[in-house]
């Protein structure tokens, strides 16, 4: 009696490849799905999870609205906050001048440059104060020396 053969009758050899040849079509089936899921997942992170984000970051502001908080609407007006209701709030553009909206209308409350922290290196002197360097008056050039008469 040979040992080679299946009890289906077929050579141990040729099951092993037929088995071979079922796997190799299920990887062959399985490569286009998992390429599909691979794209949902990086457009999960790159599209939505972004989204949600700044849908949080946009609920908080909206939640955080006081009066008198200097906020910049989604049509870009400036304005000072009179009145905060739960669905609106009345916004002071000028004096005399106010505008109801919709509270989530609201895009970013506007930072004071005095809250906004120094992000000089130490040592470095703001362009913008009296005391910052001023090139002396003998470093400049004058233009009319230049020209040829």
Same mark, same amino acid.
């Given at each position: 009696m040979?040992?080679?053969?299946s ?5 141990v ?9 079922l796997?190799g079509?299920a990887h062959r089936?399985?490569?286009?799905l ?6 949902f997942?990086i457009?999960? *992170?790159v599209?939505? @999870?972004?989204?949600?984000? %700044?849908?949080k970051r946009?609920?908080?502001? +909206? /939640?955080?609205?006081e009066v008198?908080?200097?906020v910049m609407?989604g049509?870009?007006f ?10 609106t *709030?009345?916004?002071? @553009?000028?004096?005399g001048? %106010?505008?109801?909206l919709?509270?989530?209308a +609201? /895009?970013?409350?506007?930072?004071a440059p ?6 000089l290196?130490?040592g ?9 360097a001023?090139p002396a008056?003998?470093?400049?050039v ?8």
């Amino acid at each position: 009696m040979r040992m080679d053969r299946s009890p289906r009758g077929g050579t141990v050899a040729g099951f092993a490849a037929h088995t071979t040849s079922l796997i190799g079509r299920a990887h062959r089936t399985m490569g286009p799905l998992l390429l599909i899921i691979l794209l949902f997942a990086i457009a999960w *992170v790159v599209l939505i @999870l972004p989204k949600q984000r %700044e849908l949080k970051r946009h609920n908080a502001l +909206v /939640a955080s609205l006081e009066v008198g908080d200097e906020v910049m609407t989604g049509s870009g007006f400036y304005g000072t906050l009179t009145e905060v209701t739960d669905d609106t *709030v009345l916004v002071q @553009l000028a004096p005399g001048i %106010e505008v109801k909206l919709a509270r989530r209308a +609201v /895009a970013a409350k506007v930072v004071a440059p005095a809250d906004i922290p120094d992000a000089l290196p130490a040592g470095a002197e703001r362009a913008d104060t009296p005391d910052a360097a001023v090139p002396a008056d003998d470093d400049a050039v004058d233009v009319d020396e230049d020209v040829d008469q």
